[in-house]
C-alpha cells in the first residue's frame, strides 16, 4: 500500500517537472539562451581546439629543437667512431657524460656504430649494455638512411626519442653510428593539460556568462512580445481595456503601437458587430413575420421567435436541422434554395393551430459570388385564405340564396300567367307566397347592405347610457306579450321565457337599436328551434370588468364541429329547417360584427339534443355612488 502512494507521489512529481521543463524550453526566452549559449560554447570550443592543436606542436617543436644533440657534439663522437681505436667507447662516454650532465631535458643517450653495436651510454646503470646490437627500428633507419628520426613515444609515458645519424663526412654514405636520444615529455604534456583545462574552465564560464547575458537580451527581447501575447489573450477574452507597453522605438516599440491600434480597431468592430447584431436580433423578434436563415446546405442557423410560433416548434428542433424538414417538404433543401420560389405551406396540420403560410426564399451571396446562405420569410395567410374563401362561399351564398326565391317567384307567376290568376282558391296562395319570398328576399338585401356597411366602417355605433337590467327587461316584455298572443291564436308551439337578471343596476354603454337586433336575433332563433313546451332562460351577470348575458333553449342544439362557424355568413346547421322558418343565414354575422363593434365578444355553448345558449359580453365599469342615470 506504502509502495503504491510512494511510486504515485514520484508519477506526480515527475510530471511536474516534465510539465515544467517542456514550459521552461518551450518558452522563446529559454530558447534564444540556450541557442545563444550552445553557439558560445561551440565557437570557443572550435577556437580552443584549433588553438590547442598548435600549440600542442608548437610546444613539440620546441621540445625536439631543446634537445636536438649541438654539432660540436656529434662531431666529436663521428670523429671517435673513425679513429675507433682502444680508447674510443672511453671517449664517447665521457663525450656524453659531459653532455647528459649539462642538460636536464635529457634522460638517456645512447651512441651506436654504423653495425648498430653500442658503444657509449648515457646512464650508469646501462654500463652493461655496451657492446651489445641495439636493435630498435629508428636507429636502424638511421644507420641505413643516414638521415634524422624524430618520435613521440606514448606507450609507457610520455617521451621523445631522436636519432641523429654521426656522419665522418657530408654524405650518407660516410654514416659511421647514430646517437640515440631519450627525453620525457611529460612536463610538456602537462602543461598542454594544463592550458586545455584551463581552457576548457574559461570556456564553461564565459558560455555560463554568455547564457546570463542571452537571458538579459532575450528577456529584453521577447518582454514586448510577451506584452502583445498578454493582450492577445484579453482581447481573445473579450477585454479590449489593457495596452501593450512600450519600451522603445524600435521595430518591437513600432508592433506594439501597431498591436494597440489593431487592439482599439478590433473593439469598434467588435462593438459595431454586437451593436448590429441586436439590432438584427431586435429587428427579427419584432417583424410580423417568420424568418429562418440557413448556410449552403441549407441547415437552419438562425430563426426568430415568431417562426418559431408559426411552426409551433422550439429552437433546438430548428436549429442545425435541414430547412425542408423544418417546413415539411419533401424536396431536398437545396434544390428548394437553388429554385427561390415562393411556396404555400399549411404548419400545424390538422390541429387547432393549423396555419397557413406563405414561404419566400431568397440567396446570401458573398462579393465574389460564392452563396453562403439563404433566407426563408414565412408570411402568415390564414386570414388571407379565409377571406378569399368566405368571399367565394360568400359569393356562391349570396347567388343561391338569392337565387332560390327567384326561381320560385318565377314559377308562381308563371303559373298565374298561364291563367291561374283566375282560380279563386289558387290565385290568393300564389300572391301571398309570392309576398312572402319577395319580403323575403328584401331583408336578405337589407341585411347584405348592413354587413357591407359594417365591413367598410360605414356604419357607427350610436353609444349611450343604459341600464342594461330595464333594458333587457323591456325586451323580453315584448316576447312575453308575443307568447300571450300565440296562446290566444291557438298556436300548437308553446314555450316559457325565464327571467334570471338580478336586482343591480347594471350601466354600460350601448347601441340600443342595434344591441335589439341582436338580442332579438338570438331569441328569435331560440323560439325557432326550442321543442314544444321548452324553457328559454336569460340570465345576466356581472363578471369582474364584464357583463355576460347569456341565452339558452332546450333545442336540437349545434354540434360541436359547426360552433366555430355558427357566425360565418349563410351559415346553417340544419339549412332545410332554417330556409323552412324564413332564415337568411345572416342574423348571426349581423350580430357579431354589431358586439364586437361595442368592444365585446359573442359565442356560444351547445350539446346536441339539450339545447344551446349563447352568451354575450360587454365592457362594464361600475358607477360610484354620486352619479345619477336616468333609466330607459
Not at 350 to 361: K, P, Q, V, Y
Amino acid at each position: 500500500m506504502w509502495l503504491s502512494f510512494y511510486i504515485f507521489i514520484y508519477k506526480m512529481i515527475m510530471k511536474k517537472i516534465k510539465s515544467k521543463l517542456k514550459h521552461t524550453f518551450s518558452s522563446i526566452n529559454t530558447t534564444l539562451a540556450v541557442v545563444f549559449m550552445l553557439m558560445l560554447f561551440a565557437t570557443i570550443e572550435v577556437i580552443g581546439a584549433y588553438f590547442t592543436r598548435q600549440l600542442e606542436q608548437s610546444s613539440i617543436q620546441n621540445f625536439e629543437t631543446t634537445i636536438q644533440v649541438p654539432n660540436i657534439v656529434t662531431n666529436q663522437l663521428s670523429n671517435e667512431l673513425t679513429r675507433n681505436n682502444k680508447n674510443t667507447d672511453h671517449n664517447l662516454n665521457r663525450i656524453i657524460g659531459d653532455y647528459s650532465s649539462g642538460t636536464s631535458a635529457i634522460s638517456e643517450i645512447i651512441v651506436v656504430d654504423n653495425k648498430d653495436i653500442i658503444r657509449a651510454v648515457s646512464n650508469l646503470n646501462d654500463k652493461g649494455h655496451i657492446g651489445q646490437r641495439y636493435n630498435i627500428t629508428p636507429v636502424k633507419q638511421v644507420t641505413s638512411t643516414g638521415r634524422q628520426v624524430t618520435q613521440v613515444i606514448n606507450d609507457q609515458g610520455d617521451y621523445m626519442i631522436q636519432v641523429t645519424p654521426l656522419n665522418s663526412g657530408s654524405g650518407s654514405a660516410n654514416t659511421v653510428g647514430a646517437i640515440y636520444v631519450r627525453a620525457s615529455m611529460r612536463g610538456v604534456f602537462n602543461d598542454l593539460r594544463n592550458i586545455s583545462l584551463t581552457f576548457l574552465v574559461t570556456s564553461l564560464v564565459a558560455a555560463i556568462l554568455g547564457a546570463i547575458l542571452a537571458l538579459l537580451i532575450s528577456h529584453a527581447i521577447t518582454k514586448p512580445i510577451e506584452e502583445m501575447q498578454r493582450q492577445a489573450l484579453h482581447i481573445a477574452d473579450g477585454d479590449y481595456s489593457s495596452q501593450v507597453k512600450i519600451y522603445s522605438n524600435d521595430e518591437l516599440g513600432q508592433l506594439g503601437q501597431i498591436f494597440n491600434t489593431l487592439s482599439v480597431r478590433i473593439e469598434r468592430s467588435q462593438e459595431e458587430s454586437e451593436s448590429e447584431q441586436r439590432r438584427l436580433d431586435s429587428v427579427l423578434s419584432h417583424m410580423s413575420d417568420g424568418v429562418l436563415a440557413t448556410d449552403r446546405h441549407g441547415n437552419v442557423n438562425v430563426v426568430n421567435q415568431r417562426a418559431l410560433n408559426f411552426l409551433n416548434a422550439n429552437k433546438k428542433d430548428v436549429i442545425n436541422k435541414p430547412i425542408a424538414d423544418v417546413l415539411g417538404l419533401n424536396e431536398p433543401s437545396q434544390d428548394l434554395i437553388s429554385n427561390q420560389k415562393g411556396l404555400v405551406i399549411t404548419a400545424n396540420k390538422g390541429t387547432r393551430d393549423e396555419m397557413i403560410l406563405h414561404a419566400s426564399f431568397s440567396l446570401i451571396k458573398r462579393v465574389t459570388g460564392f452563396v453562403s446562405g439563404s433566407v426563408c420569410v414565412l408570411h402568415d395567410i390564414t386570414e388571407q385564405q379565409k377571406d378569399e374563401n368566405s368571399q367565394k362561399q360568400f359569393v356562391s351564398n349570396v347567388s343561391h340564396e338569392l337565387r332560390t326565391p327567384l326561381t320560385s317567384l318565377r314559377a308562381y307567376i308563371e303559373t298565374l300567367n298561364d291563367g291561374a290568376w283566375k282560380d279563386p282558391k289558387v290565385a290568393p296562395k300564389f300572391l301571398e307566397v309570392t309576398q312572402e319570398e319577395t319580403e323575403r328576399m328584401i331583408r336578405m338585401i337589407n341585411e347584405l347592405l348592413s354587413l357591407s356597411r359594417m365591413d367598410r366602417g360605414v356604419s357607427k355605433v350610436d353609444l349611450e347610457m343604459v341600464n342594461l337590467n330595464d333594458f333587457v327587461a323591456h325586451i323580453l316584455d315584448r316576447f312575453d306579450m308575443i307568447v300571450k298572443r300565440d296562446e290566444k291564436e291557438g298556436k300548437k308551439k308553446k314555450y316559457t321565457i325565464k327571467r334570471e337578471l338580478g336586482t343591480q343596476a347594471l350601466w354600460v354603454e350601448i347601441d340600443t337599436d342595434k344591441m335589439v337586433q341582436v338580442i332579438d336575433n338570438i331569441m328569435n332563433n331560440a323560439i325557432k328551434y326550442s321543442p314544444d313546451g321548452g324553457v328559454i332562460t336569460v340570465r345576466l351577470v356581472q363578471k369582474q370588468n364584464q357583463v355576460i348575458l347569456s341565452i339558452a333553449d332546450q333545442g336540437l342544439g349545434i354540434p360541436r364541429k359547426d360552433l366555430n362557424k355558427i357566425f360565418d355568413r349563410f351559415f346553417r346547421v340544419d339549412k332545410a329547417r332554417s330556409r323552412a322558418q324564413g332564415g337568411t343565414g345572416l342574423g348571426l354575422a349581423i350580430s357579431k360584427e354589431i358586439v364586437e363593434a361595442h368592444h365585446g365578444k359573442i359565442w356560444a355553448d351547445s350539446s346536441e339534443g339539450k339545447g344551446s345558449t349563447f352568451y354575450i359580453s360587454l365592457p362594464y365599469e361600475p358607477m360610484s355612488e354620486g352619479d345619477d342615470w336616468d333609466e330607459v
